[in-house]
């Protein structure tokens, strides 16, 4: 715990060059201090943040993600604002002393949180203590519409990797798609890949192409690994009619199956783009900054190429 209040505080030092504004977060620091048994005190401190620091990004070298990752595996605040690091610092700094009763602090902030608070809530969960006792109070959670609420959860964020079952995390992965989050940036994503997550998916697929609606081709890295006989005729599907992107993407998943059936019968397709994998041009990453950047144009050609087959 001391190693990553430490660390915070470094960064927030760093970044609340106004003096008032971090005069106000040493006398809430303080006041954590002397009065932890007091809960009402430090709810005020937690909802006054984002008014009295404000919400600009966390600024952050490559050497501080370095540094926040050999703290902890996973910890990686790249997408944290200020008011949500001195949020999850507070949470720390009271938890101190107070670890028996943190769950119910925990549960209660939440019941009345608003978005930025409850994004701290989340973003925090690696780094505080009992958290493998918050695991229905996050779950329940995911059934938020909210995109960075959602976020907080899923993305660079170890804890559901770490504490959610095959059932919840299948249904972390599925929600992502269906609300248009990006998948890349969930932590431990290739090592829970599981065949039942598969089967919902390439439901899924199905029921997006019957729609006439665009399926993410991430959707395919968390099929084409463990893939069987079942699923050729749907990979074969995209990388004979899919689109670019789509062929890339599910050529990507299939390098990484082992099955002989699936490698003899889309090894061909594969063979296509073994350069560009060979020499890391195509990879995840890729896959998501064409999506960011491309995501509109390809939903709008796959619905004019879907009127035009309509017509004939």
Not at 226 to 236: G, N, P, R, V
């Amino acid at each position: 715990m001391k190693k990553y209040l430490e660390f915070l505080k470094h960064i927030i030092k760093r970044q609340l060059k106004n003096e008032n504004t971090f005069q106000w977060f040493q006398e809430q620091n303080k006041l954590i201090e002397e009065k932890k048994s007091n809960s009402f005190e430090f709810d005020i401190s937690f909802g006054m943040v984002s008014r009295k620091i404000g919400k600009n990004d966390l600024y952050l070298s490559q050497d501080d993600l370095t540094a926040a990752n050999l703290l902890r595996e996973g910890f990686n605040p790249s997408k944290w604002t200020i008011d949500t690091a001195v949020r999850v610092y507070f949470l720390l700094k009271y938890s101190e002393g107070n670890e028996e009763t943190f769950k119910e602090k925990f549960k209660q902030l939440y019941k009345f949180a608003d978005g930025q608070e409850a994004i701290a809530l989340f973003s925090g969960l690696p780094l505080f203590p009992s958290s493998t006792e918050l695991t229905n109070i996050v779950t329940n959670a995911l059934r938020t519409n909210v995109k960075s609420e959602f976020e907080s959860i899923a993305h660079h964020n170890p804890y559901p990797f770490e504490q959610f079952n095959t059932n919840a995390w299948n249904n972390l992965v599925l929600k992502s798609l269906f609300i248009g989050v990006m998948l890349n940036p969930i932590f431990g994503l290739d090592k829970r890949i599981n065949f039942e997550l598969a089967r919902i998916l390439k439901d899924y697929a199905n029921e997006r192409w019957a729609a006439k609606r665009f399926v993410s081709p991430e959707l395919w890295r968390c099929v084409g690994p463990i893939a069987d006989e079942t699923f050729i005729s749907d990979l074969k599907y995209v990388l004979v009619n899919g689109l670019e992107i789509e062929k890339k993407a599910v050529v990507l998943s299939l390098v990484q199956s082992k099955d002989k059936l699936i490698k003899d019968k889309l090894g061909q397709y594969v063979n296509n783009f073994e350069k560009d994998i060979k020499e890391s041009s195509l990879n995840w990453d890729f896959i998501q900054k064409d999506l960011i950047e491309n995501s509109l144009a390809y939903t709008q050609k796959m619905n004019k190429e879907e009127k035009i087959n309509d017509v004939h």
